[in-house]
Each structure stands twice: as structure tokens, then as C-alpha cells.
């Protein structure tokens, strides 16, 4: 009898093990971490700009993922502002490459005017040299006194010849200088407009590759508001969509001061019934106090109350819509 009795106690306690481990496993909604319920929250595709509906590749009950072109648009007034701009930097980058052409035309010009000049100077010097050598050889074999035939007036000429080539260089260098600096300077101020067109024409194009709408993220096309051929004013819902998978969470805090999950805090959202399908989330705001889901109440006699709190996730996850969650 005595041993049976110890048997019996031996089972209860091993049964209140088990108990207390399964608690701990699986009944969380306590302690340092809350619960809620994954929700999926619909959102409405609209236009930037006013534009004509080209094509809609997609109905209603519709699936569909993430990058897949959902409404066409094209907008007459955005293509002519860019065939306008196009134009425009067209005829700049001809009058820069024109202004370039009208310098080298110019430089070409003075150093021909110039090159005239001194290949006359040039020729004299030539000949005045051949002078003075056939004079040195003359006078070779009655005298040895160079400086008479440096200090003559063939060689005087003959340096200031050189020096008036020299002068020549000089002053064409300088004009061909300020040919370069002039129109260095007016293509600068071309390039400076190409460059503002440019950019405003990257904006353009920019908006224009914005007109076509695409998924961005998978889910079901909840209603579609247009069809093709249909203008559309600037900011009008074009279609709406169901997310596959939830992006927001409804915490509940029971008996916790809201504190405990500040705006921007980042916690762990996991399934509740199994530890997994974790994924970050961000706290962006509360609600009211309100009576907690019948999926969330642990009793259906007493009903518990607890302050709201909206977590953020990401699309990219496994819940399903109103899967109950634990955050931590």
C-alpha cells in the first residue's frame, strides 16, 4: 500500500513538470513579452500627375507579385516638356560644338597671317646669313678679326630681324591666347546650360518612369477603378490592393504601462503557437483601451482590456491575416 502511494506522488509531480513546461512553452502571453494579432491592412495605388489610363493588366481577384506591371499611364503634356528640353539641349551642344569650330577657324587664321610674316623674315635672315658667310670667306685669308664682321650692318640686320620674329611669335601667342580664353568662357556658359537642362530633363524622365504603376509588394487585386483610354486627374486611386501576407500588428498591453513599447522601438514578432516566422517590427503608434479580441481572451467569462499598440513588419513574411502573434 505504501508503495503505491509513493508511485501516485511520483506521478503527480512528474504531471505538474510536464504542466509548468508546457506553460512556459506555449502560454506566453505574460512576462516580459505581449500578444496581438497580424493584420492585413489594404492600399491604394494612385497617380502623381494627371494622365491617360494606356493599358490595365489586371482584374479584380487577381493575384499578384511583387514588380509586376499592374496600370499603364502615359501623359502628353510630360512628353512634350521632354521633346521641348531634348530640343533645347540639342541646339546648345551644336552652338558649343560651332563656337569651337569658329576658335580653331581663328587660330588657324592668325598663325597663317602671322606664319606669312615670318617666313619673310625668315627668308631675309637667310639670305643676309648666306651674305656674311660668303663675306667671311672673302676676307678669310687677309684677316682674323671677327668682330668686325660681327659688328656690321649685315649682322646688326640680321638680329634685329630675329628680334622682330621673335615679337611676331610673340604677339600672335598672345592673340591666339585670347582666342582660347574667349571661347573657353562662352563654352562654359553653353555647358552650364546643357548641364541645368540636363538635370531638369532627368527629373522628367524620372516622372515619366513613375507614371507606370507596378506591385510593390504580392497580394490580390481588391478593386481596379480605371480602364484603358480613360484620363485621370493628378492623385486618383487607380486600384486597390489586398496584401498576401500582413504588414501591421495589433498589440494588446494587459496590466503594462505603454512605455514598455515606445514609438520606434524595434521588437520580435513570432507565431504563437510555435516559435517561428520571426521577424522584426517597429513600434509606430497606440490606440485606445479596448476589450481584446475573443482570439486573445483567456477566459470567456471575464473579459480583459488592454491599451492598443500598431507594430509595423515587413511584407516579406509567413503570417497569415489575423494569426494571433507574440512580441517580445
Do not use: C
Not at 276 to 285: C, D, L, M, P
Amino acid at each position: 500500500m505504501e508503495k503505491r502511494t509513493n508511485w501516485f506522488y511520483i506521478l503527480i509531480a512528474l504531471m505538474l513538470v510536464a504542466m509548468l513546461f508546457i506553460s512556459g512553452k506555449y502560454f506566453k502571453g505574460s512576462g516580459e513579452a505581449s500578444i496581438g494579432i497580424a493584420q492585413t491592412s489594404e492600399y491604394k495605388v494612385n497617380t502623381e500627375k494627371s494622365a491617360l489610363v494606356k493599358s490595365v493588366n489586371i482584374v479584380p481577384g487577381m493575384q499578384v507579385k511583387k514588380g509586376d506591371l499592374l496600370v499603364e499611364l502615359s501623359s502628353d503634356a510630360l512628353e512634350v516638356d521632354i521633346a521641348k528640353l531634348t530640343n533645347r539641349i540639342a541646339v546648345y551642344k551644336s552652338e558649343r560644338d560651332e563656337k569651337a569650330k569658329l576658335a580653331n577657324a581663328e587660330i588657324s587664321y592668325l598663325k597663317a597671317q602671322k606664319g606669312i610674316e615670318i617666313e619673310e623674315l625668315d627668308a631675309e635672315i637667310m639670305e643676309l646669313e648666306s651674305e656674311i658667310r660668303m663675306n667671311e670667306a672673302l676676307t678669310k685669308a687677309f684677316t682674323s678679326d671677327k668682330k668686325t664682321s660681327e659688328n656690321s650692318p649685315i649682322s646688326i640686320k640680321v638680329r634685329s630681324l630675329r628680334q622682330q620674329k621673335q615679337k611676331h611669335l610673340e604677339a600672335m601667342n598672345i592673340k591666339v591666347e585670347d582666342v582660347l580664353q574667349e571661347s573657353t568662357t562662352e563654352q562654359h556658359l553653353v555647358e552650364n546650360q546643357i548641364s541645368l537642362l540636363e538635370s531638369e530633363l532627368k527629373l522628367l524622365e524620372a516622372e515619366k518612369s513613375k507614371l507606370n504603376k507596378y506591385a510593390t509588394a504580392s497580394g490580390v487585386v481588391k478593386n481596379v477603378y480605371v480602364k484603358p483610354g480613360e484620363q485621370v486627374d493628378s492623385f486618383t486611386p487607380l486600384l486597390e490592393i489586398n496584401p498576401l501576407h500582413p504588414t501591421t500588428v495589433v498589440a494588446y498591453l494587459v496590466g503594462k504601462k505603454p512605455t514598455e513599447l515606445g514609438v520606434g522601438k524595434i521588437v520580435s514578432v513570432s507565431s504563437y503557437d510555435q516559435q517561428r516566422n520571426s521577424v522584426e517590427g517597429k513600434v509606430i503608434g497606440y490606440g485606445s483601451v479596448s476589450e481584446l479580441p475573443e482570439i486573445l481572451q483567456k477566459s470567456t467569462a471575464t473579459k480583459a482590456f488592454g491599451q492598443q499598440v500598431f507594430i509595423e513588419i515587413p511584407v516579406e513574411n509567413t503570417f497569415f491575416n489575423g494569426e494571433k502573434v507574440l512580441i517580445r
